[in-house]
């Protein structure tokens, strides 16, 4: 599967500006890169334009990045079922504040699965049953998402040195089997609650999430 750059513009919001770009696949699938202090590769020199104004080369930081999976209920409804709202908010403005990294922001709803298959699986946690099973009882996978995008999104900004905000471990092996050196891995714990304790249990405990094992001791910081 390939990845091709198609626009870009800018986009304000309540945390700072950001460089939006778009990126799609041989499938026509859509995927969003949010960058601030990173600037595109001149493909034809191969080299950063990130240039003051005399052409010297400006020397910036290593980019703060968070790869952050598409979420609805949570990024627009502030559902409390997950974190993925809080998440997505605390590292867009740690971004801000840092002034030079991206969000990379991929189509894959639902671990990979889907709204519709997403919200069959919320009914069966809403019968008890854990957010890694619910999948399993739909014939679904634990987690289907992909993360090959990534590369080429972060090389269209001339990124190959990170500091990744995650507790998925996963994403970090991901970026440094395909050269990318994760130089530092930021973890992320914010928007616990008495709805989703049990949701970040298991993916800790079943799906190998970097969260530490009193990580309820945060409810009432969150609340």
């Known amino acids: 599967m390939s990845y091709q750059f198609i626009t870009s513009a800018k986009l304000p919001t309540r945390h700072g ?6 990126f799609e696949n041989d499938d026509g699938q859509e995927h969003v890169m949010l ?26 930081p290593l980019p703060l990045i968070r790869i952050h999976s598409e979420c609805l209920t949570g990024d627009a409804f502030s559902s409390l079922k997950c974190d993925c709202g809080p998440q997505l908010n605390t590292a867009m403005q740690a971004i801000q504040e840092t002034g030079c990294g991206a969000i990379l922001y991929l189509r894959q709803e639902g671990r990979g699965i889907g709204l519709t298959n997403k919200i069959r699986a919320y009914a069966l946690q809403d ?8 999948n399993l009882m739909l014939g679904l996978p634990a ?8 590369g080429p999104m ?7 040195a990170v500091r ?20 530092e891995r930021v973890p992320l714990l914010v928007g616990v609650n008495d709805m989703n304790a049990e949701y970040l249990a298991t993916k800790r405990d079943r799906m190998g999430h970097l969260l530490d094992k009193d990580f309820n001791t945060a409810l009432h910081l969150n609340k």
């Not at 987690?143 to 990534?150: E, G, P, T």
């Open 127 to 134: 019968q008890g049953h854990d957010t890694l099973d619910a």
């Open 35 to 60: 960058t601030v202090g990173l600037f595109a590769v001149d493909q034809n020199q191969d080299q950063i334009s990130d240039v003051g104004q005399d052409d010297t080369p400006i020397e910036r």
């Open 164 to 183: 990744l905000i995650t507790n998925n471990p996963d994403k970090v092996a991901y970026l440094t089997e395909h050269g990318i050196d994760v130089v």
């Open 154 to 160: 972060l090389a269209h900004v001339g990124v190959d």
């Open 17 to 22: 500006e950001f460089d939006i770009h778009i």
């Open 143 to 150: 987690d289907a998402r992909i993360y090959d995008m990534c």
